[in-house]
């Protein structure tokens, strides 16, 4: 079976950094990535895609300038580095596998999802 896990959550205050990894392990090197979130109450939002060569990058407009995703295709590794951190980013973070090479906003195109890690920004 093959799994997603995410590592890297924590507790932070606002303006601090942190770096997200999913370790994508057998799931193929040639399909795009992505990164949601979840906070308490609320549904699950789209937060950053990468394509499957890193060719082709889209963040919600929430986190533009402040966050980068990144991969190693050699690793399989997504990561998400977030800096300037604020409260509203507090969620449950969660990569996932997209079906194709590019993939985008859509949570349907994703077809394989990490367990997800807490992320908690105080002020």
């Known amino acids: 079976q093959v799994r997603l896990v995410e590592s890297g959550g924590g507790s932070v205050r606002a303006g601090e950094s942190l770096r997200l990894s999913c370790s994508a392990g057998r799931t193929s090197s040639n399909n795009a990535a992505g990164w949601f979130r979840q906070a308490p109450g609320k549904e699950r939002e789209f937060v950053s895609a990468?394509?499957?060569?890193?060719?082709?990058?889209i963040y919600a407009d929430s986190v533009k300038g402040r966050f980068t995703v990144s991969r190693d295709r050699v690793a399989n590794t997504i990561y998400l580095q977030m800096n300037n951190l604020r409260p509203e980013d507090t969620a449950v973070y969660y990569c996932a596998v997209a079906r194709g090479a590019v993939s985008g906003r859509d949570q349907s195109n994703y077809k394989k999802w990490g367990q997800g890690t807490q992320v908690t920004v105080s002020s």
């Open positions: 990468i394509s499957w060569n890193g060719g082709n990058i």
